[in-house]
């Protein structure tokens, strides 16, 4: 009964995380009731995110020119504005999985070395073989830039039992280029009550009293 | 910090019915990691619904060309498939709501009549003048069409204090045009416990019960 264009929205629209049948339906009739320039805009905002290229050094995204090395000549330069600002420390790192994980983190505005963007890692602690060679590539850039080890990398997995697994992994590959390897710190939130929290919170706060 | 792609695809997102900034920011970092293909072919099922057209009898969607009238000569016929259905009631009327209503009630396979779409009603009973207009456009139909009263309008808002009002507003724009104005029936939903049936909708089903 449905139109195909509804129906093929329909298809891929319920297939994006977090969006399901009943979502993508109504989102489709939405739009369509908006009318002709509503949908353009939106099919134009998903369109120009082709245009975004993935930073060569963390693997966050950036929208800038890839422009040409100007010290050691070979190659193209193809850098995000962090890991191109000259301020930024660049003997810390910090491992995460997630894009949006690098953002909750810049808006806190305290941490101030450079990033690796590893993606989403699984829950069984198998790392994909892009994930592996983000990792190798992070150990070059410690080798080559450094000489030496880095001061420190930060482990920011989640703070949950595949986290804390892939975390151990992680730290394995990377423990001879660091000096240390650390986590983010555990314990209750800001905000947060001491009668709700949970055990496992409650005892790392206490283990990590400061 | 973030590339203007982004940006411009958040501010779009976030402003689509219940998708708000978090689910926005995890959409344009998933579609981007999926890459070219899937960010171009999520780009096309959207822009393709500018290819719908409206039904000029129901005002639900549809694809099918826009013809000639065949029988009285003037005009142009853009019908959705019900409103095309020669197998269906000209005498029986559902009014509704929202496209998504009018999907579910055909899914049901138990109505054979036909519909007109309202779009969605304010909670004020304030009805917009595109809805008075769509109101008139069914009353001219019934006079037209069949000359007398339709045998039944059924009003298909839903069962809340809001769809109650709007039900009243419309019942006594319609009443000259229909034999009987109806609404759904209400009472225990199949499946349901009548221990955890609200007041209100037990009453209603031992009020209605046959």
């Known amino acids: 009964m449905l139109p195909d264009p509804i129906k093929n929205f329909i298809a891929i629209f319920s297939k994006l995380p977090s969006i399901g049948l009943r979502q993508s339906t109504r989102l489709a009739f939405y739009l369509i009731n908006k009318g002709k320039n509503q949908i353009e805009e939106t099919a134009k905002v998903i369109s120009?995110?082709?245009?975004?290229?993935?930073?060569?050094?963390?693997?966050?995204?950036?929208?800038?020119?890839?422009?040409?090395?100007?010290?050691?000549?070979?190659?193209?330069?193809?850098?995000?504005?962090?890991?191109?600002?000259?301020?930024?420390?660049?003997?810390?790192?910090?491992?995460?999985?997630?894009?949006?994980?690098?953002?909750?983190?810049?808006?806190?505005?305290?941490?101030?070395?450079?990033?690796?963007?590893?993606?989403?890692?699984?829950?069984?602690?198998?790392?994909?073989?892009?994930?592996?060679?983000?990792?190798?590539?992070?150990?070059?850039?410690?080798?080559?830039?450094?000489?030496?080890?880095?001061?420190?990398?930060?482990?920011?997995?989640?703070?949950?039992t595949y986290g804390d697994l892939n975390a151990m992994i992680i730290t394995k590959e990377l423990k001879d280029f660091a000096k240390k390897i650390t986590r983010l710190g555990r314990g209750i939130p800001t905000g947060g009550e001491i009668e709700f929290a949970d055990e496992e919170t409650l005892g790392q706060a206490l283990e990590r009293r400061s």
């Open 48 to 160: 120009d995110l082709k245009y975004l290229k993935i930073c060569s050094m963390c693997f966050f995204v950036h929208s800038g020119p890839i422009r040409e090395k100007s010290s050691n000549g070979a190659g193209k330069e193809n850098l995000c504005d962090i890991c191109q600002d000259k301020n930024r420390q660049n003997n810390i790192f910090m491992v995460l999985e997630k894009e949006t994980d690098l953002i909750s983190i810049e808006r806190t505005k305290k941490f101030k070395g450079r990033y690796l963007v590893l993606g989403e890692l699984t829950k069984s602690g198998d790392m994909k073989s892009a994930q592996k060679l983000r990792l190798n590539h992070l150990k070059n850039i410690i080798k080559k830039e450094l000489g030496t080890k880095a001061e420190e990398i930060i482990i920011a997995t989640n703070p949950t």
